[in-house]
């Protein structure tokens, strides 16, 4: 399974948009790019998910680039409940086992 | 639709018992799978169930069990307990096929004593 890279913490304020940068050199023709969020001891959130070029949902828009080494989550217009830890995944179909990275701690200020 | 259930959500346990959790998929979901999260080594791949299959598993020892019902609950049980196991136990569940999302449940918040 593909390996991610992401930054381990961004800071920001209420209102900014905040876009957290993944990297995933070795993905594969077949491998899906996925965001979830997490709270201080809740389950991981499902936020978007993503094969290639731009995905957008009600909360948030995935943008991953041609040669989908990289994939970038935007926020739009953050609020201090925004403030939780980002895990940026590729996962192979057929398989539920997803390898998690140390994530993203996202603070937002206020 | 309801979305997946895992009980107990908090247990406390002591060395060398055993314990069983439970998790209740997304309904029309055939995949569970369970991770183990703790504060040093993160969020941890244990095992994935598949139409009452084991179609993947991590590397925990084989203290770390699980079972799958036909109607797609799962069990994962964890015998003679260790110190280290104290965790956050989630299960998440997918329709199983290509592409699909894994929904994750509240977790079970297990301490060992």
């Known amino acids: 399974l593909a390996k991610t890279t992401q930054p381990i913490s961004m800071d920001s304020y209420e209102g900014q948009e905040v876009n957290i940068t993944c990297s995933h050199n070795?993905?594969?023709?077949?491998?899906?790019i996925t965001w979830y969020q997490q709270f201080p001891s809740q389950g991981p959130r499902f936020i978007i998910q993503?094969?290639?070029t731009k995905v957008t949902n009600e909360v948030a828009s995935l943008f991953i680039p041609a040669d989908r080494k990289s994939s970038t989550l935007s926020l739009p217009r953050v609020s201090l409940s925004d403030t939780a830890v980002y895990y940026c995944l590729v996962s192979t179909g057929n398989t539920g086992k997803l390898i998690f990275g140390q994530g993203t701690t996202l603070q937002v200020k206020p | 639709k309801a979305g997946v259930t895992q009980t107990p959500r908090y247990l406390i346990k002591t060395r060398g018992q055993q314990v069983t959790l439970s998790c209740s998929p997304i309904?029309?979901?055939?995949?569970v799978s369970w991770y183990q999260q703790t504060p040093g080594q993160g969020l941890q791949f244990l095992f994935e169930?598949?139409?009452?299959?084991?179609?993947n598993k991590g590397n925990f020892p084989g203290r770390f069990s699980g079972r799958q019902f036909s109607n797609s609950r799962s069990e994962m049980n964890v015998s003679t307990l260790e110190l280290g196991d104290s965790a956050l136990y989630l299960c998440?569940?997918?329709?199983?096929?290509?592409?699909?999302?894994?929904?994750f449940g509240p977790g079970t918040r297990l301490t060992v004593l």
């Open positions: 070795n993905i594969a023709t077949n491998d899906y």
């Open positions: 993503g094969y290639k």
């Open positions: 309904s029309g979901h055939r995949s």
């Open positions: 998440a569940s997918s329709g199983g096929t290509s592409g699909d999302t894994q929904y």
């Open positions: 169930y598949f139409s009452e299959t084991q179609r």
